[in-house]
DNA sequence: AACCCTAATTGTAATCATTCTTATTTTGTA
DNA sequence: TACAAAATAAGAATGATTACAATTAGGGTT
């Protein structure tokens, strides 16, 4: 996880200013456990910046994503989630409370040479079933 | 991937009838090597099923989803794509042409420990970039 | 074969996340 | 402070998917 700093820097580094909004949009995004989507960013910041639109945020996010210095997860059918960890990991969700677990997962022990000649940008790999927590009740 | 009459038993087995209609989506699609969508089946179909309508392909694809008989690709952000190969395996999509490729990977090898207490119904692989044949231009 | 009951199909309307558009505001710079 | 370029905000538009309600088809029984 980049800090702040660094975030900032890489933003810079391509023309993208890092306006209070898109500040406030990085910090929420950096100190959030739980990969929030573009709905609950909104709500856990409007009361901080009311004048916050969405728009903001999703052009926000698109810009970070494109730089590779966050992910977008699309393990969610209908919604996307965001996750500012950027090293290669897994993720797990629960059928049942939805909850979005990460996991730590080794992609190069299981590549095949198949994709030898592809330039690969992004690796996903996403797990549904069902979290010890839901198996025990 | 499984023949019909396997296909058609397993719907039997789980009181799903195998009407026409759904006989032609899961004909189509265990023919197609190219992970269809919902829109691609439709049209696909229509000359030879003319009344068949965009909710009876979703449903269909719903119900073969919920057995596990098809995966549901979630690797295009605003389409979702079908394949009726049920093995585990990774899907590769092109940023540049959006073809999707299928490749081996072997899950097992690559796992951690972390999920040993989580019931794993669904491994799903995404890998995105640029496929030699765009490389190549 | 006719009947019945249930499930499936169809077409349309509704939903909802995301994107587009445009006017206004902010930012960085001179 | 003033200017030009970029960012923001609000609402409208888009488009895939789902919900709904009326009609139709299927399988089992007599």
């Given at each position: 996880m980049k800090t702040l700093n660094e975030l900032s820097n890489e933003l810079k580094k391509n023309n993208i200013r890092l306006t209070h909004q898109r500040l406030k949009v990085l910090e929420y995004l950096s100190n959030s456990k739980n990969h929030p989507t573009v709905e609950q960013i909104y709500n856990a910041l409007k009361k901080e910046v009311p004048s916050l639109s969405k728009t903001t945020i999703y052009n926000t996010l698109k810009y970070l994503a494109e730089l590779s210095l966050i992910q977008v997860l699309a393990i969610d059918e209908n919604e996307a989630h965001?996750?500012?960890a950027t090293e290669t990991?897994?993720?797990?969700?629960?059928?049942t409370c939805d909850k979005i677990y990460d996991f730590d997962i080794d992609m190069d022990s299981c590549e095949t040479e198949e994709l030898d000649n592809f330039e690969i940008n992004e690796k996903l790999v996403y797990f549904k079933g069902i979290c010890p927590r839901c198996l025990s009740k």
């Open positions: 965001f996750d500012a990991h897994g993720h797990f969700k629960c059928s």
